[in-house]
């Protein structure tokens, strides 16, 4: 249950919001509709904006400066997601100012645009998927990593809980915590990707990886969609690329020049030979055109590998593809302080310059007595020690929360659950049906 307690914050224009004894202090223009979930990140309800009449997501982060390395997660993506400007992307609305000083700040208040479920709940649900939903949510994906691409950025942990729906199949992209900027002579850590939607190239200790790790994922992302189980449900990352060997086929040695580890060659060529087969055999169910893009998207060298733009432009999705329609960026995306280990008063630092960047105003109002005012433009760069590993272990990563999610609750098969605002797998089912056709004519006008 949900009750309301103004007490402590009385001499503003905040409310108390108790949510499963979560307290939510925010503008007294939110009222709760229904809680949404939790996750590691923190805790999500929907709420509706009284001055607009806009339903939103509220995400509460508690104590979200306890930890240095998450609150820089954080900080990254809502610095993304503030620069991102993109109709498959998730928007951030707003991010609620402290109601105390500066200096006492314990949690972050974001406000996103709210979905009603996410592809991995449609997917285990008994919700039926035609040719034309498959269709339509792989090119909104694609399209959001087009423009996400452009601005020298990859998602790094693409997979169905991470793809947010309405009813009427607008998708958008979530939980950028984990992107980063594509940077030249910079080592990336393998630990990104949930497991199963790992390209090779991670597992195979590739430090240069770029793009072509999201393209893969997208394809394990279509395999599921048209088999409605994963591709590679490997047990850990010896057993993921065994799974993938077996399935796709021994690569060639050209397909084994991009792995410089003499290790993990001499794997690769100690495992079972494996005959290749072609993609309409492994996918007898889907069209000709699916099953092409299919073996393009999951081509173990990503040398080899589609790239987005070619991939929009397949003939699979060509009753949806409009080049005018599928913007790029305007801007590469720069995060300076990505190599950097911060103390956590600089991480709150940065993540007030962000929360002022909304409110302008409570710039006058919140003042460090050590540091001076805050401003969001300040140039000062941040003072840093070393750059060090994140002290995570790879399966930490592989079960993290994504940080603006709205319905992930499992991990497991479960189905959509059913609200007042989530359509039963009938009402989804007429509504995409509806809207998905008409879905090119209607975005063009």
């Not at 309301?4 to 009385?10: H, I, L, M, S, V």
């Not at 690329?241 to 410089?260: C, D, K, N, Q, Y």
């Not at 290749?276 to 069209?287: D, G, H, Q, V």
């Not at 302080?337 to 409570?362: F, Q």
Request: charged share 30%; net charge negative.
């Amino acid at each position: 249950m949900a009750e309301f307690n103004a007490g402590e914050a009385a001499h503003q224009d905040v409310h108390t919001i108790r949510v499963s004894n979560v307290a939510f202090v925010v503008p007294r223009k939110y009222s709760l509709i229904r809680p949404i979930g939790q996750g590691a990140y923190g805790v999500v309800i929907s709420a509706t904006d009284g001055s607009t009449g806009r339903k939103v997501a509220i995400k509460k982060i508690h104590n979200v400066f306890r930890d240095a390395v998450d609150a820089k997660r954080i900080l990254r993506e809502i610095t993304l997601l503030r620069k991102f400007n993109h109709e498959n992307i998730i928007r951030i609305l707003d991010l609620l100012p402290p109601t105390d000083s500066v200096e006492k700040w314990e949690d972050l208040y974001i406000v996103t645009e709210l979905m009603e479920t996410d592809l991995h709940r449609i997917i285990y649900s008994k919700q039926a998927l035609s040719l034309d939903h498959v269709q339509y949510f792989v090119y909104q994906i694609l399209r959001a990593l087009k423009y996400m691409h452009s601005a020298d950025v990859v998602h790094r942990d693409l997979k169905p809980s991470n793809i947010l729906l309405n009813a009427n199949c607008d998708l958008k992209i979530c939980d950028l915590g984990l992107a980063r900027g594509i940077e030249l002579n910079t080592e990336l850590t393998e630990y990104v990707v949930t497991r199963w939607y790992r390209a090779p190239e991670i597992m195979l200790a590739c430090q240069d990886y770029s793009r072509e790790i999201d393209v893969w994922s997208v394809g394990c992302i279509l395999s599921e969609l048209l088999e409605r189980q994963p591709v590679f449900p490997g047990e850990d990352y010896i057993d993921q690329l065994r799974r993938i060997v077996a399935r796709l086929g021994s690569p060639t040695e050209e397909e084994l020049e991009f792995v410089i580890a003499s290790k993990a060659r001499k794997f690769l060529r100690g495992l079972p030979p494996a005959p290749r087969r072609p993609f309409t055999e492994l996918y007898p169910s889907a069209s000709p055109s699916a099953a092409d893009l299919l073996q393009k998207l999951l081509t173990f060298s990503p040398r080899h590998r589609v790239e987005v733009e070619t991939a929009l432009e397949h003939p699979f999705l060509d009753s949806l593809h409009d080049e005018e329609d599928e913007p790029s960026a305007d801007f590469a995306f720069d995060f300076p302080i990505e190599g950097e280990t911060l103390s956590r008063d600089k991480v709150r630092e940065l993540i007030w310059n962000e929360v002022a960047r909304y409110h302008p105003d409570e710039v006058h109002k919140h003042r460090s007595a050590k540091r001076g005012r805050l401003s969001p433009n300040s140039q000062e760069r941040p003072h840093s020690r070393p750059a060090t590993k994140d002290p995570r272990s790879a399966e930490d990563d592989e079960d993290e929360r994504g940080l603006l999610a709205h319905e992930h609750l499992s991990t497991g098969p479960a189905p959509p659950r059913r609200s007042e605002h989530t359509p039963d797998p009938e009402s989804l089912t007429a509504t995409a049906d509806k809207m998905v056709s008409p879905i090119r004519s209607s975005r063009s006008t």
